[in-house]
């Protein structure tokens, strides 16, 4: 009698261990801070910023998940050279968000390939900016304007010397 319950419960078992796994690998949830894009075969099929339990192709598609908020970039501080020949630490910082996710998945992938371009992108820029300027130009106490003209400033720097 008891290999007679057995063997249902044997064919129950085999079938239902694949179905729960199907089922498992076709449903995804998209949390409330997130936006994500479904891939098949590498290529964009889908994309959704709604919070939610969402459907998917078992074992085909994948999901790629992003941040909704706002993110943070920290650039390493690096000694640069003014304009007028003195040297300042610049330590950088930005913040920046995905709008439009199929176009960052699509250019970048991921979100460390777009910190490693907003490093090259956002140091270069800043590192430009203070070689183009003079110390006096950049650091101030105040958001007055300058009273003294810039050739003042250097007269005096040059009599310092």
Do not use: C
Not at 67 to 73: D, P, S
């Amino acid at each position: 009698m008891g290999a007679k319950v057995l063997i249902p419960l044997i064919i129950i078992l085999i079938i239902a261990i694949p179905l729960l796994i199907i089922a498992a690998s076709m449903f995804y949830v998209v949390h409330e801070g997130e936006q994500v894009v479904i891939t098949q075969f590498g290529e964009p099929v889908k994309q959704t910023a709604e919070a939610g339990l969402k459907i998917k192709t078992p074992f085909i598609q994948q999901v790629n998940r992003f941040q909704k908020r706002i993110l943070e970039w920290d650039g390493s501080a690096n000694e640069i050279t003014t304009k007028d020949k003195r040297f300042i630490f610049l330590d950088t910082t930005a913040r920046w968000r995905i709008t439009d996710v199929l176009a960052f998945y699509q250019a970048l992938r991921t979100e460390d390939n777009a910190q490693s371009r907003l490093d090259d992108i956002i140091d270069s820029a800043s590192r430009d900016l203070v070689t183009g300027q003079r110390l006096i130009e950049m650091v101030r106490d105040s958001n007055r304007i300058l009273n003294r003209s810039l050739e003042a400033v250097e007269e005096e720097e040059a009599g310092e010397q």
